[in-house]
């Protein structure tokens, strides 16, 4: 034992459990959570409370950004008011169609796998600007998608130019991209246990009630996961707002991180995008807290009761 | 024979959901080859397919062809897969292997970090860099991937952490009892098996890069350092009525890129998606 110690001790290359070797590998990580996202937030708090133009140094002006913002500020109230409404639609409808498509998917049956591939493909291209593109050309007046409807009898309309359709354009886009939560979806049907499904089917319960007793409780974790996820993301949104429409007709899509981006980056009024992005961290914070605290009515574990 | 209903009635309906999803995408490949009058027909072949599209598109920018902006993209993607590769191995190996104090503290602050919104920090990020002079250069992308602490960085050493953690440990107890320090159980041992792993952070690392459309916006700022999405977005911009079929056709081969990894990576693809946390 005593030479282990000694041999231990006389090289501390091999010392598996030393601190030091510990925080040699953690350290490029660790010098970036200090330096690039602990001090930056820090700084950021900072500059929230001040005036800042990058051209002269911050000056303190206590709360003033923050009651302008809340109290002031009519550009603020338009976009958390579009963002909200993004958020509340998007989530939704993206979540709902990703669990539905997944079902279908989760069979064995010929072809799944070329199926899964198409179904995927437009999330891939994700938030690229190609796709904003595509999007703006096919919904424009004279565009692909009023052809489409053209030819069944519908009138289309400027759907990207009309302050009532935009917003609508933009989410459709998104939940377009419904491939990445529908993976997650498939990947935690997969795990349900068939013995459950066979079980009920001898008492005699058909396949809607299966899916409402059996099959969205236990997939309630993964909807939790997918939900925050989505909707801390979608609290984000920017590129499509941004190339599609640029916030337009009349703000109808001027999102909230467009707005701190024309703040910060376009007026380099740095203290109050700041605020901004405070104010936005706490929006997010309780969006989240909301649904975490509705979560144990609706969340099934394994561990607690049930099966 | 009922079930054979349900199944053709299941085939029915995943078609028809595969044609709409990839529709818009198919009609784009035609549409590239459109001129600007056949443009908005719904059909997928144009009536005379205009490879000038292509040409055209590639010269569309003054001074520079698009081959510069490819160049200038995958400059920016090289750096920043191999610092981040090394970056997030070493940490995830940290954190899945070693012992030290305040790991789970780490941990913990890792975890947070997975879910911080860009936001918060972005303003005294970019003041930091403009008072280093690093605006309009690359730095501000390969330094933070360097630091583990770039698009995805969190994420990747999550993913790399969880991989680790599945490796048996049999293999470094044999290697600590012949002598192996951590530093060449690192990389002779746990490097190797984690291929499978890093792959799937590179092809990630690789397209959120790509689409990491708003640090290219706020830090690249001179054409001739521009990316390939600020070039499209140049290009919508600069021109009064929009040449819809060039620039069609110059957004159809940015996607290239991806759509190739996509197929030849399909696998390690929907593992990193099933994994978790994945954007988008």
New interface residues.
């Given amino acids: 034992m005593a030479t282990v110690t000694k041999k231990k001790r006389s ?1 501390f ?2 010392r ?4 030091l ?6 350290s ?6 200090l ?3 602990l ?3 820090m ?2 708090l900072y ?1 929230s409370f001040t005036d800042y133009s ?1 051209l002269k140094a911050p000056e303190w002006t206590g709360l003033a950004n923050y009651n302008k913002i809340l109290f002031k500020d009519s550009l603020f109230r338009t976009s958390l008011g579009v963002t909200l409404l993004f958020v509340v639609v998007s989530v939704p409808l993206k979540l709902v169609t990703a669990l539905l ?1 997944a079902m ?2 989760n ?1 064995d ?1 010929k ?1 799944m ?7 995927y ?11 904003a ?2 999007w ?3 919904f ?1 007046k ?3 998608i ?3 409807l053209g ?1 069944v009898g519908i009138e289309g309309r400027a759907w990207l130019t009309d302050p009532n359709t935009a917003l609508g354009t933009l989410i459709l886009l998104v939940v ?2 419904f ?2 939560s529908m ?2 979806f ?2 935690g049907l997969k795990q349900l246990p068939r013995d459950l499904y066979e079980a009920s089917s001898v008492d005699g319960a058909g396949k809607v009630r299966q899916f409402f007793t059996i099959t969205l409780p236990m997939l309630s974790p993964i909807i939790l ?1 997918n939900l925050v ?1 989505q909707t ?2 979608s ?2 949104m ?2 499509q707002a ?2 599609i429409t640029k916030g337009g007709p009349i703000q109808s899509t001027y999102v909230y ?1 467009m707005y ?2 024309e703040r ?2 376009a007026r380099f009024d ?1 203290g109050y ?2 605020a ?3 104010v ?2 706490v929006i ?1 914070g309780i969006a989240t807290a909301i649904i975490f605290s509705t979560s144990r009515f609706w969340v099934h574990y394994e561990t607690e009761g049930g099966k | 024979m009922m079930r054979s209903y349900k199944n053709s009635l299941n085939h029915l309906f995943l078609l028809l959901a595969s044609l709409i999803m990839i529709y818009p995408v198919f009609w784009w490949v035609g549409a590239a080859f459109k001129s600007n009058e056949e443009m908005s027909s719904p059909g997928l072949f144009p009536k005379t397919w205009l490879w000038s599209n292509f040409t055209d598109g590639w010269n569309s920018v003054p001074n520079f062809s698009f081959t510069h902006f490819y160049v200038n993209t995958f400059t920016l993607i090289a750096g920043v897969l191999f610092t981040t590769v090394i970056s997030t191995s070493l940490v995830a190996f940290a954190f899945a292997r070693l012992d030290f104090p305040l790991r789970k503290f780490w941990f913990a602050i890792l975890m947070v970090t997975l879910m911080l919104p860009q936001q918060v920090t972005i303003v005294p990020q970019y003041v930091m860099f403009n008072k280093l002079n690093w605006v309009n250069t690359y730095l501000p992308f390969y330094i933070p991937h360097i630091l583990a602490a770039g698009v995805g960085g969190p994420f990747f050493v999550y993913l790399i952490i969880q991989f680790i953690r599945g490796l048996p440990r049999d293999l470094d107890e044999a290697a600590k009892i012949d002598g192996c320090s951590w530093l060449g159980i690192y990389w002779r041992i746990v490097l190797p098996l984690t291929k499978p792993a890093l792959v799937t952070v590179a092809i990630y690392c690789f397209l959120w890069t790509w689409d990491d459309f708003f640090g290219q916006l706020i830090y690249i700022n001179t054409v001739d350092k521009y990316t390939i999405n600020l070039a499209l977005k140049l290009f919508i911009d600069s021109q009064g009525s929009i040449p819809w079929g060039q620039l069609l056709a110059m957004s159809l081969v940015s996607i290239m890129p991806a759509v190739t990894i996509f197929f030849l990576a399909q696998k390690q693809f929907v593992e990193g998606v099933a994994s978790g946390a994945v954007k988008g």
């Fill in positions: 090289n290359w091999k598996w459990d030393s601190p070797a510990g925080y040699l590998f953690l490029p990580w660790l010098i970036g959570f330096l690039l996202t001090w930056p937030m700084m950021s500059y990058l498509v279908l998917l069979r049956i072809g796998s070329f199926y899964r591939t198409m179904i493909f437009p999330s891939l291209i994700g938030t690229s600007i190609a796709v593109i595509l703006k050309n096919i424009s004279d565009g692909f009023n052809q489409l030819l377009w991209q491939g990445s993976i997650i498939l990947a996961f996820l801390i993301n609290f984000q920017f590129t941004f190339v991180v701190l981006y910060g980056f740095m995008a700041s901004l992005a405070w936005l961290l997010i």
